[in-house]
């Protein structure tokens, strides 16, 4: 039996560390801590698949934008003006309930991209997302001219 949310929604780093809002800072957490709040936007949610005739391949594009609020909003806000700024890489990372086994199963993960962050004060932060995976990771190595390794992929 399911609880009441469909989606998890996680602010990871890229060691799978969880973000977690104490009230004063950030802590990383080894065990997946979901947000307290879910980012505005999220009922919104489409997934879409394209083509890439370059590719021979579909890609999986999830909506890209979110306004963060709350606990999400503190975490950014924090490593966005006290931490590395926008050179932190986090991730956000989304858990969907399958019914057949009665689990949270990973959905999706994409880069939260600080660079064009938008704190708006009274509503929260809002950020785009950089699609992940073993696709974007082709694209963007071979749209730079060079050659991409399997080992860095994924």
Known sequence: ?????IFY?????SQGRSAYWNGLTVQWLATPTPLEFSPDGWQDTQVSFQ???KYFGINRQLTNSYTFVEDGANI???????GNSYETQVYLNVNKWNDLT???DPYYKGEID???????AEKGLQVNLIGGGCANA?????????????????
């Open 1 to 5: 039996m399911r609880s009441q949310n």
């Open 51 to 53: 083509r890439s005739s």
């Open 76 to 82: 950014l806000r924090h490593l966005l003006y006290k």
């Open 9 to 13: 929604f996680f602010i990871t780093d």
């Open 138 to 154: 082709y694209k963007a190595g071979t749209e730079q001219g060079g050659v991409v390794l399997a080992q860095n992929i994924g």
């Open 102 to 104: 009665d689990t949270y």
């Open 114 to 120: 600080l660079i064009r962050a938008n704190d708006i």
